[in-house]
Nanobody
Framework: QVQLVESGGGVVQAGGSLRLSCAASRSIFSINTMGWYRQAPGKQRELVSDISSGGSTRYADSVKGRFTISRDNAKNTVYLQMNSLKPEDTAVYYC?????????WGQGTQVTVSS
């Protein structure tokens, strides 16, 4: 079984930055896609960004140009650098790993952006 441990959430003023990290609890031979999702109160969980094993990235339109995803395969870790944060970015952020044995989720980390 794989556990994902997230860190880096918190409270920040609009225009500020945060960096989220998500690491696997054990070494994983091959991780296909690593991603970040978010869920705001009363809304569905949505894809924020993901990165393939080959380094291809996708971003939600709402975060393009502000967020950057990256991965460190040696550390089984994915990062999300969030700049120019807006109040509408407030949500619980979840990391997601897709590997051969299944689809794994982190426990979520709260990001709150104050205006």
């Amino acid at each position: 079984q794989v556990q994902l441990v997230e860190s880096g959430g918190g409270v920040v003023q609009a225009g500020g930055s945060l960096r989220l990290s998500c690491a696997a609890s054990r070494s994983i031979f091959s991780i296909n896609t690593m991603g970040w999702y978010r869920q705001a109160p009363g809304k569905q969980r949505e894809l924020v960004s993901d990165i393939s094993s080959g380094g291809s990235t996708r971003y939600a339109d709402s975060v393009k140009g502000r967020f950057t995803i990256s991965r460190d395969n040696a550390k089984n870790t994915v990062y999300l650098q969030m700049n120019s944060l807006k109040p509408e970015d407030t949500a619980v952020y979840y990391c997601n790993f897709i590997i051969v044995s299944g689809n794994y989720w982190g426990q979520g980390t709260q990001v709150t952006v104050s205006s």
